[in-house]
């Protein structure tokens, strides 16, 4: 467990860190280009003035969002492939399951309990006997009634 968390905390800082890069290449490069396919009309960049004569916030910076998403959609990216990936590899390499679904268990009828192992005959919590129940005897908890 504590690995687990060393990882995630090193993930953290990392993707915090390339958030900085990142949110600079979309404020000086995206937006300038944003801005210039506006055209001849001044401003601080693609977008309306909503109220003529008005100020900053009256202006609707289309270029702003628009950027704002490129930002995303190049972080998220970033995180996936050079934080997830590579620790999906290595706990499979290591024999574990990550982002995957969970391990099946096994439901006590008496207490309802659903976190037995499919191998127990004897529930942990209540301590009431727990056969092999056939499909029309088990509870299923996930689907509501």
């Known amino acids: 467990m504590r690995g687990?968390?060393?990882v995630v905390a090193i993930g953290l800082v990392v993707a915090l860190a390339f958030s900085n890069l990142v949110k600079s290449f979309t404020d000086n490069?995206?937006?300038s280009l944003i801005a210039a396919a506006q055209g001849g009309i001044k401003g601080p960049g693609l977008g309306w003035?909503?109220?003529s004569g008005g100020g900053e916030g009256t202006y609707l910076n289309l270029g702003a969002?628009?950027?704002a998403i490129i930002y995303f959609i190049i972080f998220?990216?970033?995180v996936y492939f050079l934080i997830v990936v590579p620790y999906k590899?290595?706990?499979t390499r290591l024999g574990k399951?990550?982002?995957g679904a969970p391990a099946p268990t096994k439901t006590c009828p008496a207490c309802r309990s659903d976190d037995l192992d499919p191998a127990a005959t004897k529930c942990k919590h209540c301590g009431?006997?727990?056969g092999n129940l056939r499909d029309s005897e088990k509870i299923d908890l996930v689907t509501p009634r």
Request: hydrophobic fraction near 65%; glycine fraction near 0%.
């Open 4 to 6: 687990d968390v060393i």
């Open 29 to 31: 490069i995206i937006n």
């Open 49 to 51: 003035q909503l109220v």
């Open 65 to 67: 969002f628009i950027s």
């Open 76 to 78: 998220m990216a970033i």
């Open 89 to 91: 590899t290595v706990m």
């Open 97 to 99: 399951t990550v982002f």
């Open 128 to 130: 009431s006997t727990i």
